[in-house]
T-cell receptor, first 114, second 113 residues
Framework: AQSVAQPEDQVNVAEGNPLTVKCTYS??????LFWYVQYPNRGLQFLLK??????LVKGSYGFEAEFNKSQTSFHLKKPSALVSDSALYFC????????????FGAGTRLFVKA | EAGVAQSPRYKIIEKRQSVAFWCNPI?????LYWYQQILGQGPKLLIQ????????DSQLPKDRFSAERLKGVDSTLKIQPAKLEDSAVYLC???????????FGNGTRLTVT
């Protein structure tokens, strides 16, 4: 069965410091991996995805994520955090067998302090 | 391009009443999803359509929830009768293909009293 784990409910970081939001997954076959961000009273917005190829993928707003097959992880990173990055972040995985359904993690709240 | 449209934006009903939500996906997107997001939790997939066929509805409480996607475009999600634990945001999303991300609507916030 597919599953996604985001082990941290909240991540706190100072503005200008690097940030990491963790995600591990379980899926049959090769995964499609995604990160989404949710701002208050807004729908989820796509940040970046990994399908195949280079393990380091770059996305919107300066975010990037590293796919690690051996550790089944897909951590979200940014070299220098901004206060405006404060939001709720969701990792999602889609298997490439069966119904190809997309499963989301529980979310990690990122708080960037000025 | 126009985004995913959902209505209503908010709905308050009493338990045991019925409610329906509507979604219009992005034009040309074959896959449509309904998710339930309870406060403080990640979105939970209720049902996934490919065109007008159901791909997965394993987590849809079929005794009270139903969904349809007529003509492979618009979709409605219905709850009858509603329970207090159905209070949540109901998100509709669409996607053009397997490797593509989901495009979400702004959701319908349901409060059951």
């Amino acid at each position: 069965a597919q599953s996604v784990a985001q082990p941290e409910d909240q991540v706190n970081v100072a503005e200008g410091n690097p940030l990491t939001v963790k995600c591990t997954y379980s899926v049959s076959g090769n995964p499609y991996l995604f990160w989404y961000v949710q701002y208050p009273n807004r729908g989820l917005q796509f940040l970046l995805k990994y399908i195949t190829g280079d393990n380091l993928v770059k996305g919107s707003y300066g975010f990037e994520a590293e796919f690690n097959k051996s550790q089944t992880s897909f951590h979200l990173k940014k070299p220098s955090a901004l206060v405006s990055d404060s939001a709720l972040y969701f990792c999602a995985v889609r298997g490439n067998t069966g119904g190809f359904k997309t499963i989301f993690g529980a979310g990690t709240r990122l708080f960037v302090k000025a | 391009e126009a985004g995913v449209a959902q209505s209503p934006r908010y709905k308050i009903i009493e338990k045991r009443q019925s409610v329906a939500f509507w979604c219009n996906p992005i034009s040309g997107h074959a896959t449509l999803y309904w998710y339930q997001q309870i406060l403080g939790q990640g979105p939970k997939l209720l049902i996934q359509f490919q065109n007008n066929g159901v791909v997965d509805d394993s987590q849809l409480p079929k005794d009270r929830f139903s969904a349809e996607r007529l003509k492979g475009v618009d979709s409605t999600l219905k709850i009858q009768p509603a329970k207090l634990e159905d209070s949540a945001v109901y998100l509709c999303a669409s996607s053009p293909g397997m490797g593509s991300p989901l495009h979400f609507g702004n959701g319908t916030r349901l409060t059951v009293t």
